[in-house]
């Protein structure tokens, strides 16, 4: 193929999102926004008891329906459902992103008349509301939720709540918990008496420092009693119980990496106590940080027995553990998420190779745990038909040894696969600079990332210090550091690369995504920087107007990653772009949407009109970071052009 094979109607027309995949009863069920779907996130499915040729593909939602959490600003778990044996229907509760509130729906699928949907929650006059983490109690006769509450002040606050389902004509939400504290992950014990949860601090992330506590439903007015955590030293996520005995699961990384850790908890005279074990830590760190709700990563499958997933070096893996035999890698699947298991025992999980599209798929473990029978039930995307494997940009994992620093340098290099670019037998390098700034590289197969590569540039993603997926000490190196450490780490990858790889150092750009913004803009001032441009998508360029601003999941972090504020408003103004005014006199491409609460668009705007060589564009209707399919394929048309006049201007300059 002469031209670049990421066309506008793959990017536009043909791109399915998938996301938040479950296993209800023998039905794979998931979140899919697509064509089918008439371009909203419908809930969907396939029933994995039948054969191939029987299985079809059903959209359970009505036309009408968006489904999406925004809690904490970012979502996530958005959704929850059930298979009812005795009435023979789907039974699913969720938020609805467009019309507000909670609803429910009851859809038989061999009765499509019998879809009915009924709102649960109702909007509020005294406050904005939004649901998030659903869950239910033991007896399915209801759920919890994470409720977020937007006042007009602009003061925001949580709860844990609990929605009735038994008498559907009448509205019934109950309050459980509240206060300044966020909430995650509410479960409920099989036998029904205990609620566990997550909850950490204002001031906090929670991958920096959580609870994992425990609320009788027998008694919810009582002080809810602490399992773990609430020391400033520990993260704890995914609590889950077991379906038998009051035993409970968790991750942790009071070791240095996320881990698996039971707790196993008795009551005496009213009191509860847990008996904590803590196992053999895994070869990689098994859990992400938690930017969204139910981003699972440990799936516990008996006693002291569990699968789980790692992502280190923009690799998915996924990895069983029993005491026994310790940690063995299952080879042969790149896990989006930790697996979820039907009722027959088939496993199904997104799928994220390097070489082909992300895609849901169900396998089986043998006798010996490894990968058997894995197949695709649906893609995402379907590569074009005619399509060399030559013409996707595998990526290859570098490790560099940093000038400075204890910890290796780590990036993923994808290498340019057309030859259009091509000068002296060398191509132009883009560095792209994940965000968070405790994010990661993915290496899994990306249309943003092959479109530049089909385009003639390569690609290197670098896992700064300050990335997930190394553990914590990794993750907190940037603390009091970050505009710093991140932007040293990308420069120093950038010029280590052009000493092994065919780049044209005349050639080289950054890139830089929110948090990444930052990075990439500062990477652009340093004393012999190898950039020429930089591509600032919704990024950040005033740290003070950050600092106890926008939603208050994150209103704080910036604390910990540069310093108290107002104490250390120096270090602030010293390390933000709008200060670096008579610095930045390279060519610099803004692009930012309308609706960004994290990192409003004033920011960009306010930098760009005061910079000779920079240009700004607005996509009013875009929040933090670009979904509609158009406006991704915009933004990469517009910072290509951008890229390409950088060189050209430079080649006439010569």
């Known amino acids: ?42 809930l969907c499915g396939i029933n994995l008891s039948l054969s191939q040729t029987e299985r079809k593909w059903i959209d359970f939602s009505s036309s009408f329906v968006e489904i999406g959490a925004q809690v904490n600003e970012y979502g996530g778990g958005s959704w929850a459902g059930y298979w009812d044996k005795t009435e023979q229907n789907f039974v699913f509760v969720y938020a609805d992103s467009k019309r507000g509130g909670v609803w429910a729906s009851f859809f038989s699928p061999k009765n499509w008349a019998q879809n ?74 099989a036998d029904g008496n205990y609620l566990a949860f997550i909850s950490w601090k204002e001031g906090e992330m929670p991958w920096t420092a959580t609870a994992l506590k425990c609320l009788s439903l027998k008694n919810p007015e009582e002080t809810p009693f602490l399992i773990a955590g609430d020391n400033g030293q520990e993260s704890l996520m995914e609590p889950h119980w077991d379906k038998k005995s009051p035993i409970l699961s968790a991750l942790s990384d009071k070791m240095g990496m996320w881990n ?18 803590d196992f053999s830590p895994a070869p990689e760190e098994i859990g992400i940080p938690a930017w969204q709700f139910s981003q699972k990563s440990l799936l516990p499958l008996g006693e002291k027995i569990f699968l789980g997933r790692s992502l280190s070096q923009g690799v998915g893996k996924l990895w069983f553990f029993e005491e026994k035999t310790g940690w063995q890698v299952l080879e042969g699947i790149f896990p989006v998420f930790r697996p979820e298991r039907l009722e027959n025992g088939i496993f199904i999980c997104l799928n994220a190779p390097a070489d082909a599209p992300l895609s849901l798929v169900a396998f089986s473990l043998s006798a010996g745990k490894k990968i058997k029978q894995l197949e695709i039930f649906r893609y995402s995307w379907e590569l074009p038909q005619n399509l060399s494997p030559s013409e996707i940009s595998i990526p290859k994992q570098l490790e560099f040894l940093p000038s400075q620093g204890i910890f290796p340098l ?92 065919p780049i044209d150092p005349q050639r080289c750009v950054i890139r830089g995504s929110s948090a990444g913004g930052l990075t990439a803009l500062a990477a652009l001032v340093q004393e012999n920087s190898p950039f020429k441009a930089t591509c600032c998508l919704y990024g950040v360029t005033d740290l003070s107007a950050l600092a106890g601003e926008g939603p208050r999941f994150e209103a704080y972090y910036v604390e910990s990653l540069v310093g108290k504020y107002p104490e250390e408003k120096a270090v602030y103004t010293e390390r933000s772009p709008i200060s670096w005014l008579e610095r930045l006199t390279a060519p610099i491409l803004f692009l930012h949407g309308g609706r960004d609460r994290v990192v409003p668009a004033e920011q960009a705007k306010k930098l760009a009109e005061k910079l000779p060589c920079a240009s700004f564009h607005l996509y009013p209707e875009e929040g933090h970071g670009f979904q509609q399919a158009e406006i991704v394929l915009d933004a990469l048309t517009r910072e290509r052009r951008f890229y390409q006049a950088v060189f050209a201007a430079e080649e006439a300059e010569i």
Request: proline share 2%; charged share 25%.
């Open 1 to 42: 193929m002469a031209a670049s094979w990421v066309t506008a109607d793959l990017i536009n027309g043909k791109n399915r999102q998938i996301s938040e995949l479950k296993a209800l009863g023998n039905w794979a069920v998931w979140l899919e926004k697509s064509l089918e779907t008439g371009g909203k996130r419908h």
């Open 116 to 189: 009915l949907e009924i709102q649960l929650v109702e909007s509020s006059a005294e406050s904005e509301n939004f649901y998030a983490d659903f869950s239910f109690d033991s007896e399915k006769k209801g759920c919890f939720a994470v409720k977020e509450k937007r006042f007009e002040n602009g003061t925001e606050a949580q709860e844990i709540v609990y929605i009735s389902l038994k008498n559907l004509d009448e509205i019934c939400e109950k309050t459980l918990l509240s206060g300044r504290d966020f909430f995650a992950s509410p479960c409920c014990s």
């Open 260 to 277: 698996p850790v039971l707790f196993t908890l008795s009551e005496e005279k009213g009191v509860l106590e847990a008996k904590r074990e």
């Open 410 to 501: 780590r990036a993923l290099y994808y290498p340019a696969t057309s030859q259009k670019l091509l000068k002296e037998g060398k191509t132009p390098l883009i560095v792209k600079v994940h965000g968070g700034p405790t994010g990661s590289a993915q290496g899994a197969l990306d249309l943003r990332i092959q479109y530049w590569t089909s385009q003639g540039f390569s690609v290197l993603e670098v896992d700064y210090r300050g990335s997930a997926g190394y553990g914590r000490a990794y993750r907190e190196a940037l603390n009091g550091k970050w505009g710093v450490l991140d932007v040293q780490d990308c420069c120093e990858a950038a010029k280590c690369l052009l000493e092994i790889a």
